[in-house]
């Protein structure tokens, strides 16, 4: 389902799309056993999506995409729902654990 939703063509011949299949399909796997909601799903799948992204668009160098991480994520938990960002489905253990993964 995967190959198909990511559009992959030449998955048989394809290094490339071979890694971004493996690489889709070993966060939903994790996320899926950390019992994740609907909703947290689609947020971790998002966040892949945007650390993938940052790499291969931006040319980000890996200091830098944690740092972008630490900002997604910074405020789980608090009270302040501005500083919080669109995360905030995740709890602070939950947070910890996304981190721990990425």
């Known amino acids: 389902k995967l ?7 030449q998955l048989k011949t394809s290094l490339k799309e071979a890694i971004l299949l493996d690489y889709y399909t070993a966060g939903f796997w994790w996320a899926k056993e950390m019992n994740f909601s609907l909703i947290q799903l689609s947020g971790f799948m998002d966040l892949l999506n945007f650390l ?3 790499l291969s668009d931006k040319h980000m160098t ?3 995409n944690l740092k972008e991480l630490g900002k997604a994520m910074a405020g789980i938990g608090g009270t302040d729902s501005e500083r919080s960002g669109d995360l ?15």
Do not use: P, T
């Open 62 to 64: 890996l200091g830098d």
């Open 3 to 9: 190959e198909e939703f990511l559009n992959l063509k």
């Open 52 to 54: 993938l992204e940052n």
């Open 88 to 102: 905030n489905f995740f709890s602070i253990d939950q947070a910890k654990a996304v981190i721990d993964y990425l």
